[in-house]
T-cell receptor, first 109, second 114 residues
Framework: GQNIDQPTEMTATEGAIVQINCTYQTSGFNGLFWYQQHAGEAPTFLSYNVLDGLEEKGRFSSFLSRSKGYSYLLLKELQMKDSASYLC??????????WGAGTKLIIKP | TAGITQAPTSQILAAGRSMTLRCTQD?????MYWYRQDLGLGLRLIHY???????GKGEVPDGYSVSRANTDDFPLTLASAVPSQTSVYFC?????????????FGSGTRLTVV
């Protein structure tokens, strides 16, 4: 079956750096996505990786290794507003998105 | 503001009753999707439409139906609601590939079936 694994919850300190990992096993690969979802709100798109390597977008970066079935989302200079769930999703061989259950990130002052 | 509008925001529905969740987008996206989100699970695709006039089944289509009469609207109908359909429902849309800009999601409909 298809599977996306990410930690259920993480805690970090304001101003610090946190890395959220995602491993996947899917039938085919056509890209990996990260979304942010604040409690009670809709997911919003953060990043897209289809080739190996690091994509940087301001305080957020996303890394992909297709050979290892692995990605991470790196958040720098954490702010309280970064408290949210972070969803990893992979587009499979049928171009359908398979979603992880999400990682709830708690930021402490 | 361009985006996706879902209605209603929340609803309590008696088991056995029917209901239509509405979804409208103004971005002229070709593809639209209906997901349900349950605690501890990833978003699960119910139905999708790659373009007006076509629809397809997702991972959990049973008990749901959709139509796509035009580009903007993609309603989801529950013919006879059951308690297991209690969930938060998100409508989303994307351009042709949905890659570089991702999916745009509506604000969701929280449905409770009692």
């Amino acid at each position: 079956g298809q599977n996306i694994d990410q930690p259920t919850e993480m805690t970090a300190t304001e101003g610090a750096i946190v890395q959220i990992n995602c491993t996947y096993q899917t039938s085919g690969f056509n890209g990996l996505f990260w979304y942010q979802q604040h409690a009670g709100e809709a997911p919003t798109f953060l990043s897209y990786n289809v080739l190996d390597g690091l994509e940087e977008k301001g305080r957020f970066s996303s890394f992909l290794s297709r050979s290892k079935g692995y990605s991470y989302l790196l958040l720098k200079e954490l702010q309280m507003k970064d408290s949210a769930s972070y969803l990893c999703a992979v587009k499979d061989s049928n171009y359908q998105l398979i979603w992880g259950a999400g990682t709830k990130l708690i930021i402490k002052p | 503001t361009a985006g996706i509008t879902q209605a209603p925001t929340s609803q309590i529905l008696a088991a056995g009753r029917s209901m239509t969740l509405r979804c409208t987008q103004d971005m002229r996206h070709n593809a639209m999707y209906w997901y349900r989100q349950d605690l501890g699970l990833g978003l699960r695709l119910i139905h999708y439409s790659n373009t007006a006039g076509t629809t397809g089944k997702g991972e959990v289509p049973d008990g749901y139906s959709v139509s796509r009469a035009n580009t903007d609207d993609f309603p989801l109908t529950l013919a006879s609601a059951v308690p297991s359909q209690t969930s938060v429902y998100f409508c989303a849309s994307s351009d042709a590939s949905g890659d570089h800009y991702g999916y745009t999601f509506g604000s969701g409909t929280r449905l409770t079936v009692v």
